[in-house]
């Protein structure tokens, strides 16, 4: 019988002066969450369902940047993101421009088990929530205060939010970020980190029969364009699972996009034969140039990994063996 | 100085009984728009503007599924998708949704270089069109009489139009697929080979720089729900480039999506080292399972390269030596 184990996160890119309470808020709230999925590993569950409901836990909670809690768009309203991955037969389904639906993931994951496609956004997902009859709310149920304020902020810093990208001469996209190039992670998606709102939760799990999944969730970019979509909900970016591995991702949208980063790991375990902490060490280090970036992974093997190259990532891991830890810093 | 090389295709898994004057009607178009990219290669152009050029072509003219001449919603209605990506420093854009700008490729080469992110999609795309000055038509322009029928057709086979998917033991989604299982090329997508109407239209080129750049554009699936998202759009599936190569894919979205079609052709090359005709067959052969697909491909090198595993694939490609080819059969 294989050995279970279950990695989670709340996202990378963590502003250095995070008050103290909220650092431990935010490690009550990870713990929480990690011990959802592992009562539900030692009871037996299969990857997929643990998964889903670990997101749907850190969905629920408004602390971090999904589902109740997510990050604002540019009107102030919530436009929330998704995608699940099943390594057996690595099924998916994802969604985008959620907005009244309390639990994208699952939406995300009734794509995948009840629909005949792979992937819905805006209206058709929202008109086949309603015909899956999956729980709907107001939009402003998403909505926090916090985050109401976190957009005034963002407006008034008047930073047009940049998923970041390596900068061309005379592109009007990066001269705002001219100054900003060796931003070592003080600066994320073109956001000072004390304004950044840290994007994503997922969860990467491999169950006792020695099955992955992975599943990613996020309210996105603060100050995003309506209609923006991120790695979040994009197979291969933000989320993979197969064989081998399943893994989650959060950060610049943009890097994690190019970089296919969550299939670049499992390819590189594929491809060159890496053990997982290496795939993952490689990939963070080597496919993202200038982008930053973290994520999480597990392995059939019942081994657990994470990775980032920016300030902090949210996260929290747990193996069969009793090991259990949560954090947020290198 | 590095050979140029340049692939295009409109759509595999094609009706073996297609007309003979259909099938000529195809080359016919394949021949005017490869040209339109060898002209813009011989005249030194980059792989980026050949791309963008040479899909939009593809686009206009309504024989393919793409922009004019686009497969229609269950509604009646066209929605089109599209992305591109530039190998120089990987940079992408993409749109869903798009309703009635005349060339989504262009609209995604905007995001890439105009907007603060990477993919827009349904009222944010169309909003970020107006803002760009895009040329926009009513949605009605897109439709032509041919595939008003075919949806006519596709409904009354009474087929729900799948996206391929592994069938699972009392999977809701397969039921109706669970007398295709050996469907044998004669179905694709859920629907019979004679109504359905290939996917996507694509470019992947070298430039004589050595640099890359792909391109993918498509109405996505005859029938489909509102808001499904196909590979098209997806970097990493639909659509890859990276220093080493440029891909564009077409076929049952699903199995593109789950094989990251278009980046594994790409990570097999860097990964093990493979060159690209031998990772083009490795990549269709192996990694679609049950799914049914193709692809082209070129190399910075200026080999061109394509395959398919299912009926017929229209294609086109043209190396700086002279040669030059259309077909559709294997």
């Not at 037969?89 to 088990?113: F, W, Y």
């Amino acid at each position: 019988m294989a050995r279970w184990a279950i990695a989670i996160h709340g996202g990378a890119g963590v502003d250095p002066n995070l008050p103290e309470h909220r650092q431990e808020e935010a490690k009550r709230v990870l713990a929480r969450c990690l011990q959802v999925g592992v009562d539900a590993l030692r009871a037996g569950s299969p990857a997929l369902d643990v998964v889903e409901a670990v997101v749907r836990e850190l969905e629920t909670d408004p602390f971090f940047n999904s589902g109740r809690g997510s990050a604002l768009t540019r009107r102030g309203t919530v436009e929330m993101e998704a995608s699940i991955m099943d390594g057996r037969g690595r099924r998916c389904g994802a969604v985008s421009g959620v907005s009244t639906v309390k639990n994208p993931v699952s939406l995300a994951r009734l794509v995948m088990d009840k629909s005949p496609h792979s992937y819905l956004a805006f209206d058709g997902a929202e008109e086949f929530a309603r015909e899956q009859g999956l729980e709907t709310v107001d939009n402003s149920y998403f909505i926090t205060e916090d985050n109401v304020g976190m957009l005034k902020l963002a407006k008034e810093a008047n930073s047009i939010l940049f998923d970041y990208r390596i900068p061309l001469t005379g592109t009007d996209t990066c001269s705002a970020l001219a100054g900003a190039e060796n931003h070592n992670g003080m600066v994320m998606n073109g956001l000072p980190i004390s304004i950044y709102a840290p994007e994503t939760v997922g969860c990467a799990v491999v169950d006792s029969n020695g099955f992955c999944a992975a599943a990613t969730s996020t309210g996105g970019l603060m100050n995003k364009m309506t209609g923006r979509i991120g790695d979040s909900p994009l197979i291969g970016s933000g989320t993979y699972a197969c064989d081998v591995c399943a893994v989650s991702c959060t950060g610049e949208g943009e890097a994690i996009i190019r970089s296919t980063l969550a299939r670049d790991v499992a390819a590189v375990m594929e491809y060159k034969g890496l053990a997982l902490q290496e795939a993952v060490d490689y990939c963070v280090k080597e496919r993202l140039d200038e982008g930053f970036a973290g994520l999480i992974a597990v392995s059939k093997g019942g081994e657990v990994a994470y990775g980032f190259n920016c300030t902090g990532m949210f996260r929290g891991c747990a193996t069969e063996d009793g090991f259990m830890e949560v954090g947020i810093w290198e």
